[in-house]
């Protein structure tokens, strides 16, 4: 079974920290996905990164940034966190198989952030 | 403008009490259109994938199927442990992160 893996369930930081968020899977995916959810606005998607070191801005960037320096891994970085911001965070993994181009995501159990 | 819509927002059933939930879209280059199920505090669990008009996918009670604008998740005899909101995302275009999710659909079950 696929296992996408986050840091933390739950977080409270205050306005102006830098938060790391930390995702980790364990099936050699090519494709890391970063979502935020929030009522009556359903998934957003944050950033993607299609391979190590590369990455692209999904709908809704400003405020977050990312880094995949491993295959595994890919870390969202809110540079000075604020309210607006609190929001449940998902990490989705994902990665071809067979012929069809579109792929399934894989999503980790959520990071549950309070920005106070 | 691209758009994927669930409806019903939220649907009770009694347990036993068949229905189905709708996904249209409005996309250019659908290259696939998935099903997932959510419960509270949790991340969405995948179900199915759907790549063609009249594709059909089916998983227990679970039976989706796809036109070319819209998707169904037909529910056969539910239970209560079948509660959870069920999403439906759309997959378009080149890109891996061009993925639009609905809203999703809020289902009850009471026993």
């Known amino acids: 079974d696929v296992k996408v893996t986050q840091s933390s369930r739950y977080l409270v930081k205050r306005t102006g920290e830098k938060v790391f968020l930390e995702c980790v899977q364990d099936m050699d995916h090519e494709n890391m996905f970063w979502y935020r959810q929030d009522p009556g606005l359903g998934l957003r998607l944050i950033y993607f990164?299609?391979?190590?070191?590369?990455?692209e801005k999904g709908d809704i960037p400003e405020g977050y940034s990312v880094s995949r320096e491993k295959k595994e891994r890919f870390s969202l970085i809110l540079e000075s966190a604020s309210t607006n911001q609190t929001s449940m965070y998902l990490c989705?993994?994902?990665?071809?198989?067979?012929?069809?181009?579109?792929?399934?995501?894989?999503f980790g159990p959520g990071t549950r952030l309070t920005v106070t | 403008e691209d758009q994927v819509t669930q409806s019903p927002e939220a649907l009770r059933l009694q347990e036993g009490e068949s229905s189905s939930l709708n996904c249209s879209y409005t996309v250019s280059g659908l290259r696939g259109l998935f099903w997932y199920r959510q419960d509270p505090g949790k991340g969405p669990e995948f179900l199915f994938t759907?790549?063609?008009a009249g594709e059909e996918k089916e998983k227990e009670r679970l039976k989706a199927t796809l036109t070319k604008k819209e998707s169904f998740l037909h529910i056969t005899a539910p239970k209560p442990e079948d509660s959870a909101t069920y999403l439906c995302a759309v997959h378009y275009g080149g890109s891996q992160g061009n993925l639009i999710f609905g809203k999703g659909t809020k289902l009850s079950v009471k026993p």
């Open positions: 989705a993994s994902s990665s071809p198989r067979g012929k069809h181009p579109s792929y399934e995501q894989y």
């Open positions: 990164s299609y391979d190590v070191k590369m990455k």
């Open positions: 759907l790549y063609s």
